[in-house]
């Protein structure tokens, strides 16, 4: 088999880069080789995306931040992900061009114009990976991770909530813009698309998966893709596939 290429996508706190990791680890134990790699890269062109992101009060134009963002990703498709393809090892990439599909795209740019940029050179992904999350509970999970909290929060004085039992103290114009980039990655589709709900059903309530859980759905459907179509197929949209529920979820 040669090389494989897959990108793992989703809002903020779904779990994209533990994901990532796990992947990695459970494809080495399969005996591939693998490389790991992200995107704004540690490529001079990447550093500084993230150095202006870090920079208070800089500005830019969404054209500016679509012009960076894919020269630091041509870099990274021309000097890293191809040459380790064509190695054969099996490239696990965090965050990509469809990040600039629905961040950008949610800020004027039109898909048509984002797509043209990447035409022929971008490689379409042996399989991307969106995973799915309401908004409200990737929030808190990306609170919880900064602050080290545990499930629940300790409420401050004059600290304002977006909920009333006091979860992610977050605004809610983030919210709202996260909401958009949701719908913007549910539109994404293609047979190299799997969209992976973060949470499942536990009795009358939900509740996240694990890491380890989502990394073993990953793998089955790795595995699923080196079988027959009609196979791929029956396995996928069978009844018994599972379903998403977006408020819950």
Same mark, same amino acid.
């Given at each position: 088999?040669?090389?494989?290429?897959?990108?793992?996508?989703?809002?903020?706190?779904?779990?994209?880069?533990?994901?990532?990791?796990?992947?990695?680890?459970?494809?080495?134990?399969?005996?591939?080789?693998?490389?790991?790699?992200?995107?704004?890269?540690?490529?001079?062109?990447?550093?500084?995306?993230?150095?202006?992101?870090?920079?208070?009060?800089?500005?830019?134009?969404?054209?500016?931040?679509?012009?960076?963002?894919?020269?630091?990703?041509?870099?990274?498709?021309?000097?890293?992900?191809?040459?380790?393809?064509?190695?054969?090892?099996?490239?696990?990439?965090?965050?990509?061009?469809?990040?600039?599909?629905?961040?950008?795209?949610?800020?004027?740019?039109?898909?048509?114009?984002?797509?043209?940029?990447?035409?022929?050179?971008?490689?379409?992904? &042996?399989?991307?990976?969106? /995973?799915?999350?309401?908004? $409200?509970? %990737?929030?808190?999970?990306?609170? !919880?991770? =900064?602050?080290? #909290?545990?499930?629940?929060?300790?409420?401050?004085?004059?600290?304002?909530?977006?909920?009333?039992?006091?979860?992610?103290?977050?605004?809610?114009?983030?919210?709202?813009?996260?909401?958009?980039?949701?719908?913007?990655?549910?539109?994404?589709?293609? &047979?190299?698309?799997?969209? /992976?709900?973060?949470?499942? $059903?536990? %009795?009358?309530?939900?509740?996240? !998966?694990? =890491?380890?859980? #989502?990394?073993?759905?990953?793998?089955?459907?790795?595995?699923?893709?080196?079988?027959?179509?009609?196979?791929?197929?029956?396995?996928?949209?069978?009844?018994?596939?599972?379903?998403?529920?977006?408020?819950?979820?």
């Amino acid at each position: 088999m040669g090389g494989r290429f897959i990108i793992v996508e989703g809002i903020d706190g779904t779990g994209k880069s533990t994901l990532v990791k796990l992947l990695a680890d459970a494809l080495k134990a399969r005996g591939r080789k693998v490389l790991l790699t992200h995107e704004p890269t540690d490529l001079p062109s990447g550093k500084l995306i993230l150095e202006r992101l870090s920079t208070p009060g800089f500005k830019a134009s969404p054209h500016e931040w679509l012009g960076m963002f894919v020269t630091d990703r041509r870099m990274n498709i021309d000097t890293i992900v191809k040459p380790a393809l064509m190695q054969g090892k099996d490239v696990i990439q965090d965050r990509s061009m469809y990040s600039t599909l629905v961040y950008q795209g949610a800020m004027g740019i039109s898909e048509r114009e984002i797509l043209k940029r990447h035409e022929g050179w971008h490689p379409t992904p &042996d399989l991307l990976v969106i /995973l799915d999350i309401a908004p $409200r509970f %990737g929030l808190a999970r990306t609170r !919880k991770r =900064s602050l080290g #909290l545990g499930q629940r929060w300790v409420k401050q004085q004059g600290q304002k909530y977006m909920f009333a039992d006091g979860d992610a103290p977050q605004s809610t114009e983030k919210l709202h813009f996260l909401q958009e980039i949701r719908k913007r990655y549910g539109r994404i589709k293609g &047979d190299f698309v799997m969209h /992976l709900p973060v949470r499942k $059903r536990a %009795g009358d309530d939900w509740e996240d !998966k694990t =890491s380890e859980e #989502l990394c073993e759905e990953v793998i089955s459907e790795l595995d699923l893709r080196s079988n027959p179509r009609d196979y791929i197929d029956e396995r996928r949209y069978s009844p018994s596939a599972g379903t998403s529920n977006d408020d819950a979820s």
